[in-house]
């Protein structure tokens, strides 16, 4: 059966192979029409002559004929890649599989223009540490391996390996610390046969399932893992191993396991003994680092906000508390100015001992009437001291004239700070020889209000005075010192002081008496001069010989001028 037409819908369609046409020979529609060109063309362009016609695949490799007369550089590109992406694999024994990984990665890559401005190598190594992070349970390699075969920085090679990663959009399985657990054991020295060594190594391998349960090994890198366990297992069999040694094997920072270890110090396997960590698997999780850390950032941010708002509140508290301490002070201020008591009533003695001997030497008896004011200032003006006090009618104005009692000055206002005996006791010459004598220093320490405990503490026993003296007696600057003590004291004993010089003292010179100044002024020139190389004599003879000859010129007669009009007439 034909194929049916288009047009007419009959069955009576014929093809012609020369033309390669389907004809109709009912309507004589043309149904099919497939054209074929057995000629060659070619054309030109900046790449040179090409065929037109022939397939370009997307990596350039399957057109030998499409360029004449030049190369393609894609295809160069790849194939050094090739070449370079097998040799790598064969210094770090990998098997074909990766290298067709490896090579498939890099032609992405290089679609991608992820080349561009980095160095081959590094892209080399990136694509085969890719392929291997792919396939972990195939090989133990790491990026260490990587950066030594290839002499290149391992921070740059990790920076270009997580940049391909993203580029490509390839996730890597996490790397286990497990399987780097045998190759780590024989770089310490523990990979040797012997019953120890295979203990340290399953202690080991223990030690990072556990961290791994603890989610100790999320985002983290297996060499400090594998150190920090290696460093527990090796001290739970008695292998002396630091912190130092792991870390010039596993190429990692010391405080990188310090960390480590103390993250392990934190969760509960920790407080096993080791044979209970040996016999027992613990069931139960621990939380991991960085919710712990988030946990006590979080507790530390609740305690500022509490401070924050204690704070406050006693900022608000502020105004109500000058408002208390102003109302005091008014009262205060209130009960100084009340009256006393009248005169009638007892008087009152001061408690203060200094206050009473100057209240019994008469110095602070207040004057009740005029007459005693009067009297105490001149007797002989008032009269007896008998006399009444109403006797005179001016009493009244005068004693409201005097100053009130409760305004007179105090002891204390008058800057007097010493009692009466202590200033006879300074004005007595044997009394202060006593009392410096007594205040003198004897040199020992005033140990009173210390308990004995404490002074025990301070002073140090046989043991520790011995280990104290030893470290002082090791310790190179100490040695340095004692040694130039003994050698001064040596040089000292060998060679005696010189004596010294005794200076002679000059005596006071008695100047003589000038009868002018000027012969004054002479002497102190000669006795200041500025050099010795220099006849000052003869500069005196120049000097007074240019004075002499200026006296001369001002002594010659002045120049007359004649007036030559006045001769002619």
């Known amino acids: 059966m034909g194929t049916k037409c288009k047009k007419c819908g009959q069955y009576e369609a014929e093809e012609d192979p020369t033309t390669g046409t389907v004809v109709c020979t009912n309507c004589g529609a043309i149904s099919e029409e497939n054209q074929i060109v057995s000629s060659i063309q070619f054309t030109e362009n900046a790449g040179g002559s090409s065929i037109i016609g022939t397939f370009h695949s997307a990596d350039g490799l399957n057109n030998s004929v499409n360029h004449i007369g030049s190369r393609n550089h894609r295809e160069v590109t790849l194939r050094k890649a090739k070449e370079s992406i097998c040799r790598l694999c064969a210094e770090l024994r990998l098997p074909k599989q990766h290298e067709d990984e490896a090579y498939n990665y890099y032609r992405l890559a290089l679609n991608k223009s992820f080349t561009r401005g980095r160095r081959a190598e590094q892209v080399y190594a990136s694509c085969v540490y890719l392929s291997c992070r792919l396939n972990p349970r195939q090989n133990e390699l ?90 527990i297992a090796a001290r739970m069999h008695g292998f002396r191993c630091n912190i130092e040694d792991i870390t010039k094997v596993f190429k990692i920072g010391p405080n990188t ?38 946990q006590e950032e979080a507790a530390k941010k609740f305690d500022n906000e509490e401070i924050d708002r204690q704070v406050t509140e006693a900022e608000a508290l502020i105004p109500e508390i000058d ?74 104005r005068l004693e409201s004239l005097l100053p009130n009692e409760s305004y007179q000055p105090t002891v204390e206002s008058l800057g ?19 009392v410096s004598k007594e205040e003198l220093h004897d040199g020992e320490l005033d140990l009173e209000g210390i308990d004995d405990d404490e002074i025990s503490c301070m002073i140090l026993n046989e043991a520790e005075v011995s280990r104290k003296t030893t470290m002082w007696e090791n310790r190179k600057e100490n040695k340095e010192w004692v040694k ?48 010795t190389n220099i006849n000052y004599d003869v500069l005196n003879t120049l000097k ?4 002499t000859s200026k006296e001369v010129e001002q002594k010659k007669s002045p120049i007359k001028i004649i007036d030559k009009k006045k001769t002619e007439a």
């Open 544 to 547: 007074e010989a240019l004075s």
């Open 257 to 294: 396991i310090r960390k480590r270890l103390h993250e392990f110090g934190a969760t509960p396997s920790a407080k096993l003994t080791i044979d209970e960590f040996n016999r027992i698997d613990l069931e139960s999780e621990f939380d991991p680092p960085s919710f712990i850390k988030a």
């Open 323 to 396: 408002q208390a301490m102003t109302e005091d002070q008014k009262k205060a201020a209130k009960r100084k100015r009340r009256p006393k008591k009248a005169s009638g009533d007892a008087e009152e003695v001061p408690s203060d001992p200094e206050l009473q001997m100057v209240h019994k030497a008469g110095f602070l008896d207040p004057l009740k009437t005029p007459e005693e004011a009067l009297a105490r200032l001149n007797p002989n003006f008032v009269g007896s001291s008998d006399t009444p006090s109403t006797s005179r009618p001016e009493n009244g």
């Open 484 to 531: 130039r003590q003994e050698e001064k004291r040596l040089e000292e004993a060998s060679n005696p002081p010189k004596a010294k010089r005794a200076r002679k003292r000059r005596g006071k010179s008695t100047l003589p008496e000038y009868s002018t100044a000027g012969e004054a002024l002479q002497t102190v020139i000669k006795q200041k001069r500025f050099s």
């Open 142 to 231: 790491m990026l260490l391996d990587f950066s030594q075969v290839l002499k290149v920085n391992v921070y740059i090679l990790g920076k270009t390996f997580l940049k391909l990663s993203q580029e490509l959009n390839i996730t890597p399985h996490m790397l286990d610390p497990v399987f780097y657990i045998h190759r780590f054991a024989h770089q310490l020295g523990f990979g040797d046969s012997g019953t120890k060594n295979k203990e340290v190594m399953e202690t080991s391998n223990r030690i990072v399932q556990r961290m791994n349960r603890d989610w100790m090994t999320e985002g983290r890198r297996p060499a400090g893992i594998c150190g920090a366990a290696f460093v």
């Open 416 to 434: 007097i700070t010493r009692s009466h005996a202590e200033m006879l006791s300074l004005s007595d010459p044997s009394m202060e020889n006593n």
